[in-house]
């Protein structure tokens, strides 16, 4: 479902983030990033739908490749079409309902009809649990709901990989279990494939089903999470896992 071939970003000419990233992952993974602050873990997932434009590298999403050597705005419009991105700081329209953030995408971008796009937000908005909300306003809604919300509209485009940047990192800590669990319940149905740029661990080790451990700009340990949180052989990673776990 994604491929990625020698991706290295470089910020101001001098800072080298990412420095030859290569990486693949099934449809229907749910892979884990692990890793200390300033190592690459977001703009990883940000260069894989060109938030962040790469340096160098190819990345393929679907059935979509983009050459960073070479590529043209409409090829990035297409490899954006087959992902959606859960943002750390929600994102959401302040003036919109729940049900008319939801629905936004599916109107201006898929150009579905209102009648089409409401039935979709409905069916999302109820799964994650806010369908109650429908239409709150987000200053309404706690951090946890319209993360939730967020969800829902990422759901809501039938994108070929969901991203999560820190999905629970602005949250106040009693909040972050109800996003935990949303997130939880998708990975169990097993028909989404999702990478998730994480700081929970043990949330990690439950639900994902590959995680990876990032530092310097390179992806330093890759497998299960028993091989690589149970058991870590990777020094650095080790001392990681003991310092997050204190």
């Known amino acids: 479902m994604v491929d990625i071939k020698n991706l ?3 910020f101001d000419k001098q800072t080298e983030v990412l420095k030859g990233i290569d990486l693949h992952v099934d449809k229907n993974e ?4 692990l890793g200390p602050s300033g190592t690459g873990k977001s703009t990883l997932l ?3 739908n060109y938030l962040c434009v790469p340096t160098t590298g190819i990345i393929r999403v679907g059935d979509v490749e983009v050459d960073a050597a070479h590529h043209t705005k409409q090829d990035v419009v297409r490899l954006r079409r087959q992902s959606a991105m859960v943002f750390q700081s929600y994102n959401l329209f302040k003036n919109r309902t729940a049900k008319e953030n939801v629905m936004e995408a599916l109107v201006t ?3 579905k009809s209102k009648k089409e796009a409401e039935e979709i937000a409905l069916h999302m908005l109820n799964k994650v649990g806010m369908l109650d909300r429908q239409d709150f306003y987000p200053v309404k809604m706690s951090g946890g709901q319209q993360q939730r919300v967020g969800i829902a509209r990422a759901l809501a485009v039938n994108p070929n990989v969901l991203l999560f940047d820190e999905p629970t990192s602005a949250l106040d800590p009693e909040l972050v279990n109800e996003v935990l669990t949303t997130i939880r319940s998708l990975a169990e149905e097993g028909d989404t494939t999702m990478i998730l740029v994480t700081h929970e661990i ?6 994902a089903s ?6 310097g700009g390179y992806i330093a340990a890759d497998g299960t ?3 690589v ?12 896992l003991n310092f997050v776990s204190k």
């Open 109 to 111: 971008v898929q150009k």
């Open 225 to 227: 999470p028993e091989e």
């Open 202 to 207: 043990r949330f990690a080790r439950n639900v």
């Open 8 to 10: 290295t970003k470089t």
């Open 46 to 48: 940000r260069c894989i």
């Open 229 to 240: 949180i149970d058991h870590p052989d990777n020094p650095r990673l080790q001392q990681f």
């Open 210 to 215: 590959r995680v990876l451990f990032m530092d």
């Open 30 to 33: 749910v892979v884990a990033i």
